[in-house]
């Protein structure tokens, strides 16, 4: 029983477009939300997170939505670039002891 | 630097053989944890300590065993018992969840 859900395995963008990656999730407890970013044979790294008290977090280029009616985030990078190339990994809190539960992950492909 | 220091990066064990994968934080974190990635499946929790001499199970326990003798020490056992346990290995501690996970390199084991 997958609580949170990436499902697009993959996603293609080109250079300085925008890239969106999406997130689902059951759990109505999640109240906290994370997105990491992995490069391959590395520990993933965080990038951005967003509370539930809130319905939008930016940083930079990049800027989290979140919409809990649907149970529902995204990931929003604006420009895109090469180096973004990666597997994100979105994540959610229920404040538990165990903290993160996380998704399958998305792999980005910027292309020049 | 503080960091989260996983060793060896790359480890072969014969079937049948136990193997200790280490995990060393000097980030003075509390909580630590092991995760497991397989391709398509995102981060499985395995084990997870709050508190040095208390570690509790995850959603894939069986066939590992922990210990934290130590608060910034964590090492994970891959027994004999674990059916399928070629997969990349990744362990992470946190202080709270405002800034995520810091996770380590990960260590790729692979049994032949």
């Known amino acids: 029983d997958q609580q949170v859900k990436q499902n697009s395995p993959s996603l293609s963008v080109q250079e300085g477009r925008i890239s969106i990656l999406n997130c689902d999730y059951t759990?109505?407890?999640?109240?906290?939300f994370l997105w990491y970013k992995k490069y391959p044979a590395e520990g993933p790294t965080f990038l951005i997170s967003?509370?539930?008290?809130?319905d939008k977090n930016e940083d930079g280029r990049f800027t989290v939505f979140l919409n809990k009616s649907a149970k529902h985030l995204s990931l929003h990078i604006v420009p895109s670039q090469p180096g973004d190339s990666a597997v994100y990994f979105c994540?959610?809190?229920?404040?538990?002891?165990?903290?993160?539960?996380f998704g399958s992950g998305t792999q980005l492909t910027v292309l020049p | 630097d503080g960091g989260i220091t996983q060793s060896p990066k790359y480890l072969f064990r014969k079937e049948g053989q136990n193997v200790t994968l280490s995990c060393e934080q000097n980030l003075n974190h509390d909580a630590m944890y092991w995760y497991r990635q397989d391709p398509g499946q995102g981060l499985r929790l395995i084990y997870y300590s709050q508190i040095v001499n208390d570690f509790q199970k995850g959603d894939i326990a069986e066939g590992y065993s922990v210990s934290r003798e130590k608060k910034e020490s964590f090492p994970l056992t891959v027994t004999s018992a674990q059916k399928n346990p070629t997969a990349f290995y990744l362990c992470a501690s946190s202080v709270g969840l405002l800034y995520g996970y810091t996770f380590g390199s990960g260590t790729r084991l692979t049994v032949v």
């Open positions: 994540a959610a809190s229920d404040g538990s002891a165990r903290q993160l539960t």
């Open positions: 967003i509370s539930s008290i809130k």
């Open positions: 759990n109505s407890m999640f109240d906290y």
